[in-house]
């Protein structure tokens, strides 16, 4: 694993949680819209695989709703799945890996996902979509909660501005924010539209944005049957 992404993450992770509802304004919104989007798939997943799981945030809230689920944590970054064994313990299954490369074998009733893929190139994610599509069971869903990109330069500048205000009034300081944007600078966003073009084209029929506000979005698929 050399990716760069999965580097600083494993060089952050104890400090990765705290931060979080500063960083992520609608954090209970736009989590639980990735919890709810499951209810698209054909069945109650059992098998579900979180791709970029860090510290386990978003398992943690599908456990939380569902507790039958079985969840697999895959991420680049040991230290980040460090942290989820903590949190999680043995109800979950922890495998390191690139994204590049995901998904691990198995037949997904749900694949989920927050905040990690806009870590891939354009290429790398919908070449990722298409894989979770063959990785997932007949009427098996894909739920994506993502930070992305504007669709115009002026509703870039818009979000960014709500960003910074939002996470500021909820407690980040002026050098959490700093970092915060450096870290953004490697960010590869893209805009719903194209995701969810990137989506229909990687064999889903059904695509669609179920939550956004501002710059986080959470987007869902469903394989056919
Ligand atoms: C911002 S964190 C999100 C963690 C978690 N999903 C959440 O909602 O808090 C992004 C995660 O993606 C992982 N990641 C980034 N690029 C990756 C790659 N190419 N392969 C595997 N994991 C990667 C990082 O290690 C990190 O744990």
Excluded at 154 to 168: D, P
Aim: negative net charge; contains cysteine; proline residues 6%.
């Amino acid at each position: 694993m050399t990716d760069r992404a999965a580097q600083h993450f494993d060089r952050e992770a104890a400090d990765y949680d705290a931060p979080r509802r500063r960083l992520v304004p609608p954090f209970d919104g736009f989590y639980g819209a990735a919890v709810a989007a499951l209810e698209l798939g054909a069945t109650p997943p059992r098998r579900v695989l979180d791709l970029g799981a860090g510290t386990g945030l978003l398992t943690q809230h599908v456990l939380a709703a569902r507790p039958d689920v079985r969840p697999t944590l895959f991420d680049g970054a040991p230290a980040m799945l460090d942290r989820a064994r903590e949190r999680l313990g043995d109800a979950a299954t922890y495998v390191v890996g690139d994204l590049h490369d995901a998904p691990p074998p198995g037949r997904w009733e749900a694949v989920v996902s927050a905040l990690a893929i806009h870590h891939l190139e354009d290429d790398a994610k919908r070449a990722l979509f298409a894989r979770v599509h063959d990785g997932l069971v007949p009427g098996g869903v894909f739920v994506n909660a993502e930070q992305v990109l504007a669709p115009t330069a002026r509703l870039q500048a818009h979000y960014r501005a709500w960003h910074e205000r939002e996470a500021k009034a909820r407690g980040a300081t002026d050098a959490e924010w700093d970092a915060s944007v450096r870290r953004m600078r490697h960010d590869r966003w893209a805009t719903v539209a194209d995701q969810l073009d990137w989506l229909r084209a990687a064999g889903f029929p059904d695509a669609a944005c179920l939550f956004a506000d501002h710059c986080f979005a959470v987007l869902v698929a469903r394989r056919s049957g």
